[in-house]
């Protein structure tokens, strides 16, 4: 979430997570929890950013307006 090799405070929680329809539900059994994501509001996906990007056609971003509480990716090892 930082810069690499930064330290930063956090919790290993687990989690569930649903579409905003609330009918999918994922489970997320390791996640790092920190009280708060170094996320600008500039860095929000918009359709159009989506839509430049011919392996996502078919993908639709919901805009809502709220603040970043969520940030979902994938911690990379040198094994993985």
Not at 1 to 8: D, I, Q, V, Y
Not at 69 to 80: E, K, N, W
């Amino acid at each position: 979430m930082e810069r690499e090799s930064s330290t930063k405070k956090c919790e290993l929680v687990q989690l569930e997570v649903f579409n905003l329809q609330e009918n999918n539900i994922i489970e997320l059994p390791l996640v790092f929890s920190t009280p708060k994501l170094p996320v600008a509001s500039e860095s929000v996906t918009h359709q159009k950013d989506v839509d430049r990007w011919p392996h996502l056609k078919g993908v639709t971003v919901t805009e809502i307006n709220a603040n970043f509480g969520l940030l979902i990716g994938r911690f990379r090892t040198a094994r993985s």
